[in-house]
């Protein structure tokens, strides 16, 4: 069984970055797509990027332009570069590998942005 640990997370003030990382265990990391996923307060879970095992990425809209997803394969991680932070970007985000109808979820990491 994939194991999913997200790190990264913290407080930091609007126009700031982090970089949220993802490191998988238990299998074949390279064969998986990956996503990253948030969660405010009171909304639906939702997709904010997403890189395939084969390097095509693919981005919420709200995120374009300020968000990168990357993988680093031979460390069997994931990332997240979050640049031009938002208070609007405050949520739980959490690390996600799909592999056909496998899914395994992280435990999520939060991001709070002040305005």
């Known amino acids: 069984q994939v194991q999913l640990v997200e790190s990264g997370g913290g407080l930091v003030q609007a126009g700031g970055s982090l970089r949220l990382s993802c490191a998988a265990s238990?299998?074949?990391?390279?064969?998986?797509?990956m996503s990253w996923y948030r969660q405010a307060p009171g909304k639906q879970r939702e997709l904010v990027a997403l890189?395939?095992?084969?390097?095509?990425?693919n981005y919420a809209d709200s995120v374009k332009g300020r968000f990168t997803i990357s993988r680093d394969n031979a460390m069997n991680t994931v990332y997240l570069q979050m640049n031009s932070l938002k208070p609007e970007d405050t949520a739980v985000y959490y690390c996600?590998?799909?592999?056909?109808?496998?899914?395994?979820w992280g435990q999520g990491t939060q991001v709070t942005v002040s305005s």
């Open positions: 996600k590998a799909l592999l056909g109808r496998i899914v395994y």
């Open positions: 238990g299998s074949i990391f390279s064969i998986y797509d």
């Open positions: 890189i395939s095992r084969g390097g095509v990425t």
